[in-house]
């Protein structure tokens, strides 16, 4: 397996350890600092640790783990831990978690003295096969997910399938969900592999190539202004319902699974509106039902949903656009949806 160019930067797929002590000690850094969450220092820091641990001048900082940590507050709490300990402008971050991880420690060293190095290490799928690649950093604020943050490249990001080991099965359908979406829009030949692999625990080869694909559409769009709005198939219902789903649920549900809801709606979606083949709904509706459990979306829900759709910030006029699929493998970008679409799209779901 190849180490992935990035822009500017190189995505390390072997040795990946390794090559980040070596990072760390010819980068000639004043201090380096690793960000974890409580799950990641128990499970990954001692992998990262032994690597490390000659390094003088390494600190730790934690957060709690979970979206709830992925605010301006946390991040308070870490810039002033960098005061204290008198980072200055030479100073590493390593950031060594899931994407509430790498999205936060990428936010705060891209503001911390107008900008530290930092470098993503990330443990989770979902972090591994999106969050980590193409540069989007940021926290959330008043419940609306991501609403403040840069676009900011990571130093490098290091690959290590072995993180997965312990990640629960719930965190891996989480970034599956990813890995199917890079299929649909861009790759059927990888759909149609993913379709029969064993996905308890996605091999590194499988890992690899949905990098590449997040890596390639990334690099063509750096600021989201074209291709890039591919990513955002699944997402337009997805993330509406994410959201619905942290303010409601007790046990809210991954990004992974609504964005796995997210996607069949758009699939119904793409199927009414730019011809989506109906073979071809069904397929994708298929193997989504057979991944993801099933969750309970009333009527009564759809005008929340809606609202939180109206506020996406990908639209544009006021007007809620989505990502569709011409066909597996062929993404189509800008198509607006009416109120009533996206109302019989989650009922397709629902039913
Ligand atoms: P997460 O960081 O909360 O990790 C999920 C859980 O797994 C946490 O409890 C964490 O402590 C635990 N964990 C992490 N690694 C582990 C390991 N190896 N073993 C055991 N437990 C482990 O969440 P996530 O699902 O990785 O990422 C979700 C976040 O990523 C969201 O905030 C989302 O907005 C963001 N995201 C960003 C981008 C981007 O382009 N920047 C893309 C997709 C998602
Ligand atoms: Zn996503």
Request: proline share 3%; aromatic share 8%; with cysteine.
């Amino acid at each position: 397996m190849n180490n992935i160019q990035s822009d500017n930067y190189i995505v390390y797929f072997n040795d990946s350890i390794t090559e980040l002590a070596k990072f760390v000690k010819q980068g000639n850094y004043s201090r380096a600092f690793i960000l974890t969450d409580e799950h990641t220092t128990e499970h990954c820091l001692p992998i990262v640790k032994e690597q490390l641990d000659e390094l003088d001048n390494f600190d730790l900082i934690e957060v709690n783990a979970g979206e709830e940590s992925k605010t301006i507050d946390f991040c308070i709490g870490i810039w002033k831990t960098l005061i204290d300990f008198g980072a200055d402008r030479k100073a590493l971050l390593i950031n060594l978690g899931g994407g509430v991880i790498t999205d936060m420690g990428g936010f705060v060293a891209s503001t911390y003295k107008r900008g530290i190095d930092f470098v993503q290490v990330p443990t989770t799928l979902l972090s591994q096969v999106d969050a980590s690649v193409g540069g989007k950093t940021g926290v959330d604020m008043d419940a609306v997910k991501n609403i403040i943050g840069t676009f900011t490249q990571p130093k490098a990001v290091f690959m290590y399938g072995g993180f997965l080991q312990t990640l629960p099965a719930r965190q891996i359908l989480s970034g599956l969900a990813e890995m199917l979406k890079h299929g649909l829009i861009v790759d059927k030949t990888y759909w149609d592999q993913l379709k029969i692999s064993d996905l308890t625990l996605p091999s590194d080869e499988l890992v690899h190539r949905s990098v590449q694909i997040k890596n390639e559409v990334v690099i063509a769009d750096p600021h989201e202004k074209g291709i890039r709005k591919a990513l955002n198939f699944g997402h337009t219902v997805g993330h509406a319902v994410e959201t619905w789903s942290l303010m409601n649920d007790t046990d809210p549900l991954s990004h992974g699974e609504a964005i796995a809801i997210g996607m069949i709606c758009e699939a119904w979606l793409s199927n009414k509106k730019i011809g989506l083949p109906d073979s071809e709904l069904l397929e994708i509706t298929e193997v989504l039902i057979h991944l993801y459990p099933r969750y309970k979306i009333d009527e009564g829900t759809f005008p929340t949903l809606l609202e939180h759709m109206q506020k996406d910030k990908k639209n544009q006029n006021g007007q809620i656009n989505c990502t569709l699929l011409k066909h597996i493998g062929k993404y189509s970008i800008d198509n607006i949806c009416t109120e009533d679409e996206l109302c019989d799209s989650l009922r397709y779901y629902a039913d």
